[in-house]
């Protein structure tokens, strides 16, 4: 049986790592989260031009699965700054039947290459992570590669059950 300041001590250093998130920025683009909310599988990020963005994680504790979110403080796709880290009552079993479905896809690889501008749309980025540094990241602006279509759906599925519009749109 753990020590009474044994306890004190992990219970503070519990603390202090969620107080660290919700006190500064920090880059999504790190794994800096706290010691309790488990390894990131899924990051959600949907970052459109006229509205308020919206940043997402299920990430595995154990055999729990939890929702966070975040607040996007700097939107830009390349620098993608949050700050905070609250967890989202969602049930655990979705969770991790997103992931699956997600895992499961053979998608191509290939990005758009039809050579389109714009400065209005919506940037949309879906990462999954496994273990020892292994992840993908998957991003589109607006309309996305047709060979993606069924993790669009996926995602847009995810937003909706989230309380978010369509990532799509």
Do not use: N
């Not at 609250?86 to 969770?95: C, H, I, Q, Y």
């Not at 998957?138 to 937003?159: A, C, E, N, R, T």
């Amino acid at each position: 049986m753990p020590s009474r300041s044994r306890e004190f001590r992990e219970q503070r250093d519990l603390q202090a790592s969620w107080d660290r998130l919700r006190a500064e920025p920090w880059s999504a683009f790190e794994l800096r989260r706290t010691l309790d909310s488990g390894l990131p599988r899924i990051q959600l990020v949907r970052l459109p031009s006229f509205s308020a963005p919206s940043f997402w994680e299920i990430c595995e504790y154990g055999s729990e699965w939890k929702l966070y979110t975040s607040t996007v403080v700097d939107p830009h796709w390349s620098k993608l700054t949050v700050l905070g880290y609250e967890p989202v009552e969602f049930d655990g079993r979705k969770l991790k039947t997103y992931f699956k479905r997600l895992a499961a896809l053979t998608l191509p690889i290939a990005p758009e290459l039809r050579s389109i501008g714009g400065l209005d749309g919506t940037v949309i980025q879906l990462a999954l992570f496994g273990s020892l540094s292994s992840q993908v990241r998957y991003q589109w602006w607006s309309d996305h590669p047709p060979g993606w279509k069924p993790l669009v759906k996926i995602v847009d599925h995810m937003f909706k059950a989230f309380g978010g519009p369509e990532g799509s749109k």
